[in-house]
């Protein structure tokens, strides 16, 4: 595979400044306060990049971004908990055969909805929460069955090897949970209009948190310790393997985005007349990306959960859900790489760099600086930090033109041009 010179330059770069900052860890150069920020910075940028994707791609105003990251940081870390403080693997087994098998009865649901003509879309919706339930239950009793072979599986393991391997399929599931919760919350709401689909997904964000302040009452999950935050949650998430997913978010973000599909996504926030014109189905385009979207915000919370090993409803107020928003507006919407620039720059700034320059006690008035520097950035720059730019891997390079070499290719291109000139 032969690689441009300016995308092996940006690997090159994006690699180099990986290493570099793992060599200052391992040194003890680069304190555990910056790393800790380094990785906030890196698990915002995966959440904002599926923000992206819905809104500033796809052109759907969405607040319930911050929803979707909640539920796979609670999922996730309840799985790793249960591993690490109950010495079992129940959560794991539980939440894989649920996630699983509800995928399962989606696709069947799908496909039974489709051959029903003039079913409307409540009475299917209907459909998809009977089959969820039915799938859910059927789940929880398989997974309880194989709690016990599975955990003396992972035990006969070395302890560091099974709880990396229980941490890694506990983030992808918290992802897929969320995915699977933004499928079925979407079937009815993504056919509102931008604004009133902005206030629902601001309800659900709203809703998750009221559910996490009592999950330990009202959702049976004693060890989330409902509003008083959850412990115990082991802190497994390192640099090298938040930057490892960034990086395979980033692949995957840039080859949707040039593809097909990805084209089809643009095209529904040019104009969806015009896209339904050409044959596009916007709601299947719109279900793509709200879905994506959200399964990204779910991995960033399961990466995050395990960070400080620390959760609260209260980091997920609904509130906090427009630092999301202020990310993709600031680094300009519908670009990559404004994205990871922005998130980076408001976790090292925010929480670093304005702690340290502002005097001892003025700590609270980075909340009003940080505004401002936002509210002169749309004055001066209201396409964002990089407007419409991207960084030479993550946007489409134009095929150089041909260039006949030959006497024969010359003279082909010559017959072309008499015969279209003639026409």
Do not use: C
């Amino acid at each position: 595979m032969k690689f441009d010179r300016h995308t092996l330059g940006f690997w090159i770069v994006l690699i180099g400044l990986i290493i570099l900052v793992q060599v200052l860890v391992s040194a003890g150069i680069l304190s555990p306060f910056w790393e800790t920020l380094l990785k906030i910075g890196a698990v915002m940028s995966i959440v904002s990049l599926g923000l992206n994707l819905i809104y500033g791609f796809n052109g759907q105003f969405s607040l319930g971004q911050w929803g979707f990251y909640a539920i796979g940081a609670y999922a996730a870390a309840d799985v790793t908990y249960r591993w690490t403080q109950m010495n079992n693997a129940s959560g794991l087994m539980i939440l894989l055969l649920v996630v699983v098998l509800v995928g399962i009865a989606f696709f069947l649901t799908a496909k039974l909805v489709s051959r029903l003509r003039g079913i409307d879309p409540l009475s299917a919706f209907a459909l998809y929460i009977v089959s969820v339930l039915i799938a859910a239950v059927i789940g929880i009793q398989i997974g309880r069955a194989l709690i016990e072979p599975v955990t003396q599986i992972l035990a006969a393991l070395p302890p560091s090897l099974s709880l990396q391997i229980v941490y890694i399929i506990a983030v992808l599931l918290g992802g897929f949970l969320a995915a699977e919760v933004s499928y079925l919350f979407g079937l009815p709401v993504l056919t509102l209009g931008s604004d009133y689909f902005g206030i629902a997904t601001l309800g659900f964000t709203i809703i998750v948190k009221v559910l996490l302040d009592n999950s330990d009452t009202l959702l049976g999950f004693e060890e989330m310790k409902g509003a008083r935050g959850m412990v115990g949650i082991p802190k497994t998430t390192s640099w090298l393997w938040v930057a490892l997913f960034l990086i395979l978010v980033i692949i995957v973000i840039r080859n949707l985005l040039h593809s097909s599909h990805g084209r089809a996504i643009i095209s529904v926030r040019e104009d969806e007349i015009a896209a339904k014109a050409m044959g596009i189905d916007v709601g299947q385009q719109k279900t793509i990306a709200f879905v994506l979207g959200s399964f990204l915000a779910g991995l960033a919370g399961g990466l995050y959960a395990h960070i400080n090993g620390f959760l609260h409803p209260n980091t997920f107020n609904f509130i906090k859900s427009f630092d999301l928003m202020i990310i993709v507006v600031f680094g300009g919407l519908g670009s990559v790489s404004g994205t990871i620039v922005a998130a980076f720059t408001w976790a090292l700034v925010l929480e670093g760099f304005l702690r340290i320059l502002l005097p001892t006690g003025f700590e609270t008035w980075r909340f009003v600086v940080y505004p401002l520097l936002l509210l002169v950035m749309m004055l001066l720059r209201p396409q964002g930090l990089f407007g419409g730019f991207e960084f030479p891997y993550l946007r489409q390079l134009l095929p150089k033109p041909y260039m006949p070499k030959t006497e024969e290719q010359i003279a082909l291109v010559h017959a072309v041009e008499e015969a279209s000139e003639g026409d």
